[in-house]
């Protein structure tokens, strides 16, 4: 419930404050006064968005602060904690908008986005202004009242869950059959060129060993003619310097205790001599395996050029490169496959979840359509009470596809004169006809919703006599169990008010601004005869006013 509402610098209203009660709170006042003005400054702290323009003095910020009593509104509660937002006795909501246009919103005293603000106002205020009747011809808003009439909420909520899942595979479905696309546009030219390298049977290295095993191969002779010198004038000439070696040892060994540098001399010439005859066999062990082998330099010469076209055909320079592409060609190659797998198995996904949501949305429509009779019988009754007796709704119901309301589409149909030609709200009904429309609607909805507060904005538009009385009816029957404010010119409906809040202008220098104040006894009897015969209302206006009050 609203408690109490502090405007400041808004529009015309330099300072205002206001406290509520339950029941019907009604507002009226002279047409200008600022009576819609105060609504807007509400929808302002309950989400709205707003600009400088609605700033009375330019150098100061225009700060609107709403109060409320949220006991036992356990989705407020669960928001609250899910947003890590102070719990308090009560919940106060604050918006401010500055010179410079910047807007702050703050739940107790903590900054918050206006996403959060409108999500948590939600559930607090239903806010009716005379712009709110055109989401009457809303197919949106007119499941809405047929879902809240029939207490789809929970069963809603379950299937929107499953809804969303289904949105969600269907969604990884089209991506894997997009990547499914993408892969078979490749495989066959990736197939090719992976079995290409698969067959080439790459080791490491290969081709760079075999680019050095020919260049030995072609150059074999001039190799073993080397060797074979090197051998020859270490083992097999006049003198081998193997032979020459060990002679200079014997020269020098009858000397060796002559000198202290003798020993290790000897010892240095025996290692030499003995590394020497290991050297020239090493040489001679290697001239024996080469040998110029015509076939093996044609192998040889095959290989590499697979290599180098191999190469050139993958834009890279060595034998691991080209076993790192083969092993990447191989990976999409698998991957193909596994896309198609994981396509079987999310299309399997897709048909439970179908079934799934069906079933949910079959049951919602089967409520929803128990409902449609009950709503034309109560509107329709509703219709007469407040002076439209030849109007009548008829609520159709067609089936379509799975969305995210379920399968059904539901539209209210209007016939005006009783002519039965019923035709969508938004063709045949006029403004005042839509307003009644919309209030006989929501006093039905409210039953069905824990909504604490409803604010109606001159919802008695176009309306008068006894009309206007059994809207006031209806108004205060609303409020035997949740808040009603209600701004309005009818003084059928203003002497039905529980609490009767007057809203006025006054000239402060060179400025205007819209005040209020809470009529009592004897003023409000004075402001309703007003309201029914004039400023200067007779005896038996007052008489009554005071009926309408009593």
């Keep these: ?37 105060i609504a807007g ?74 996403d959060q603000l409108r999500h948590l106002s939600s559930m607090l205020v239903d806010l009716h202004q005379q712009f709110d009747i055109l989401s009457l011809g809303e197919t949106g808003f007119q499941l809405a009242v047929v879902d809240a009439l029939s207490s789809n ?19 990884e479905l089209e991506q894997l059959k997009a990547k499914q696309i993408a892969a078979d546009k ?42 074979t010198g090197i051998y020859f004038h270490l083992e097999t000439s006049d003198f081998p310097m193997v032979n020459q070696l060990r002679l200079f040892s014997q020269q020098l060994e009858p000397f060796r205790i002559y000198h202290e540098k003798f020993p290790e001399i000897l ?3 025996s290692s030499l001599h003995i590394e020497m005859q290991d050297l020239a066999g090493e040489i001679e062990s290697v001239n024996e395996q080469i040998q110029f082998d015509a076939a093996q330099i044609e192998k040889l010469n095959e290989r590499i050029h697979t290599g180098y076209k191999l ?27 596994s896309i198609a797998e994981n396509i079987h198995a999310r299309e399997k996904v897709v048909e439970s ?27 329709n009754g509703l219709l007469k009470k407040v002076g439209m007796p030849n109007a009548r709704i008829r609520v159709v119901c067609n089936a379509m596809a799975l969305n995210e309301q379920g399968i059904d589409n539901i539209e209210f149909l209007f016939d005006a004169n009783r002519n039965d030609r019923f035709e969508p709200l938004k ?42 009385k059994q809207v006031g009816i209806i108004l205060k029957e609303l409020s035997d169990r949740r808040q009603v404010i209600c701004i309005t010119h009818q003084p059928q409906i203003a002497g039905k008010g529980d609490t009767h809040f007057y809203v006025f202008k006054e000239a402060k220098g060179e400025t205007v601004n819209t005040k209020i104040r809470l009529l009592e006894g004897e003023s409000r009897i004075v402001v309703i005869a007003k309201m029914l015969s004039g400023e200067k209302p007779t005896a038996a206006a007052i008489e009554n006013a005071r009926e309408l009050v009593n």
């Excluded at 079995?195 to 190799?223: M, P, Y």
């Excluded at 034998?319 to 990447?328: A, C, F, G, H, V």
């Excluded at 006093?443 to 206007?468: C, N, R």
């Design 311 to 337: 190469f050139k055909k993958h834009h890279v320079n060595s034998t691991s490169e080209l076993i790192r592409r083969r092993d990447e060609l191989g990976n999409k190659l698998s991957e193909s496959v």
């Design 267 to 269: 010892q240095r010439l």
């Design 427 to 468: 063709k045949v009904a006029s403004g005042g006809e839509l307003s009644r429309l919309m209030l006989c609607i929501k006093s039905l909805v409210a039953q069905s919703m824990d909504m604490p507060t409803l604010l109606f904005d001159e919802i008695d538009s176009g309306i008068s006599g006894e009309a206007a």
């Design 41 to 114: 400054a509400l929808s302002l702290v309950l989400g709205e968005r707003a600009d400088t323009s609605i700033l009375q003095r330019r150098d100061r910020k225009a700060v609107v602060e709403a109060s409320f009593r949220v006991d036992h509104l356990k989705e407020v509660e669960r928001f609250l904690a899910e947003e890590e937002l102070d719990r308090e006795q009560e919940l106060v909501l604050r918006r401010e908008i500055s010179p410079n246009g910047k807007s702050r919103a703050f739940v107790n005293d903590t900054p918050v986005n206006l």
């Design 153 to 171: 909420a929970k069963l809603l909520s379950q299937y929107r869950l499953v809804f969303l899942q289904l949105q969600k595979a269907r969604q």
């Design 353 to 379: 979840l179908v079934k799934e949501a069906t079933v949910i949305a079959q049951q919602l429509s089967v409520k929803r359509k128990a409902q449609l009779g009950t709503l034309e019988e109560k509107v």
């Design 1 to 37: 419930m609203l408690l109490h509402l502090h405007i400041q610098n808004y529009a015309i209203i330099e300072e205002i404050s206001i406290d509520f009660s339950d029941g019907l709170q009604v507002i009226t006042g002279e047409t200008g006064a600022g009576k819609s003005i």
């Design 186 to 227: 490749e495989n066959d030219y990736n197939k090719f060129l992976f079995n290409e390298l698969d067959e080439a049977a790459l080791t490491e290295n290969e081709f760079e060993e075999a680019d050095i095993l020919l260049k030995r191969q072609s150059h074999s002779e001039a190799i073993k003619s080397a060797l």
